[in-house]
């Protein structure tokens, strides 16, 4: 309860915002890769790549944001440190190192205690606010902030979790080897004497008062809300009306920093493309293979045309495409088309959740090329391009 927590965390999107304006004049960015991953990707770059802006990055490999970094932190992955991990099921797992990490690599966890001991950080009794020093002290150091809490990891060890498999939580007294299945008592968190916060509108993200929460569900059942619909902040309008939308493909994982680097994954899914229904193709004048443009009020894409099964009027691009393994580097030239879905992508988020929206722009689709001269465009691409990456 020392913590100041009279303000929900300032979320991703907010804090682009924060650098934009220039009241936030430091980012460390660990684990991920805003400069493909984030929407509107040109206005992102031009945040990260502010002068008055110390860029951070804490990675694997020289990704698109490590380029516009100004300081690069090389970090260990999984096989090369120690640590548990938890699974949506509630499976924690405890994952040992396997190999020493090469170069300069560190694990995250030194990382941060290395920061930690030159900020010299220390609590109101004086001694080292970090007391934790190796990922088993730090796992202790967890285990008391569950204590008592739903997610309690109390009764865990690395000395259990050694065993044939994971343990699920909650693991205490009560439930020395994990708790398979929650609810059988019909007991939830969801209590208005238990629950950690009281929720939020739905449409305006507007957070619910005690008093609000409780009149609504005085015996804490479980609770399923529905939204009423709201139609997209930007709707197309013009011919052909086209939505597009954003996702996955199983060959890759978020901007492909490890899996474009894996031969077999890479060689499944090289390239990005762009779905879209018969229908919509020949109104278009594309077909099967031809390169098309894509165009919203951000940015440009180019992108291999597939004609699938896809909704009328819907358009999807796999998003994880960015420029680590192409010319283009860090992005494309200011005038020139891009590879990255997210370069098409709005500025916005859900209120409640914050999570940026990526499935409502409003998108144009014309021909460049035929697939003849398409596939002889990417083959001269691939000749080109840098397959190896930095460690």
């Keep these: 309860m020392a913590i100041p927590h009279y303000t929900a965390p300032t979320h991703a999107m907010q804090m682009m915002r924060y650098v934009e304006d220039g009241s936030l004049r430091l980012l460390w960015v660990s684990g991920t890769n805003p400069a493909v991953s984030l929407p509107e990707l040109r206005r992102i770059r031009s945040i990260l790549s502010q002068e008055r802006l110390t860029l951070v990055a804490q990675d694997l490999f020289l990704t698109e944001t490590a380029q516009l970094a100004d300081v690069v932190l090389p970090a260990a992955t999984w096989g090369e440190k120690t640590g548990t991990f938890t699974n949506a099921d509630r499976t924690v797992h405890l994952s040992e190192k396997a190999v020493e990490p090469p170069g300069e690599a560190r694990p995250d966890l030194d990382i941060f205690l290395d920061y930690a001991r030159r900020l010299d950080l220390r609590g109101k009794d004086g001694t080292p606010l970090v007391h934790w020093h190796d990922p088993e002290s730090a796992f202790d150091a967890w285990k008391e902030c569950t204590r008592g809490r739903p997610c309690d990891y109390t009764g865990l060890t690395y000395d259990k979790l050694r065993g044939d498999s994971g343990i699920q939580w909650p693991c205490n007294e009560d439930a020395p080897d994990g708790t398979e299945r929650l609810y059988s008592d019909g007991r939830f968190w969801a209590h208005p004497n238990e629950c950690e916060n009281y929720g939020r ?191």
């Design 201 to 391: 509108d739905l449409v305006t993200g507007a957070p619910k008062n005690a008093q609000e929460y409780t009149a609504f569900n005085p015996e804490g059942r479980a609770m399923l809300k529905g939204a009423p619909y709201l139609p997209a902040h930007e709707r197309p309008d013009h011919e052909p009306p086209l939505h597009l939308i954003t996702g996955r493909t199983i060959y890759h994982f978020h901007t492909r920093t490890k899996t474009g680097r894996a031969p077999e994954l890479n060689a499944a899914a090289p390239e990005v493309w762009v779905e879209m229904c018969a229908h919509d193709a020949s109104a278009a004048g594309v077909t099967e293979g031809d390169l098309a443009e894509i165009t919203t009020p951000r940015g440009r894409v180019r992108a291999v045309v597939r004609l699938t099964d896809i909704r009328r009027g819907v358009v999807f691009i796999p998003f994880h495409y960015g420029y680590w393994d192409s010319p283009a580097g860090d992005g494309p030239a200011e005038d020139a088309a891009g590879r990255a879905a997210n370069e098409l992508t709005l500025t916005d988020w859900d209120p409640v959740s914050k999570q940026p929206i990526f499935k409502t722009a409003a998108a144009r689709v014309t021909r460049v090329a035929d697939s003849n001269a398409a596939t002889t465009a990417r083959n001269l691409a691939d000749r080109g391009s840098s397959k190896e990456g930095a460690r």
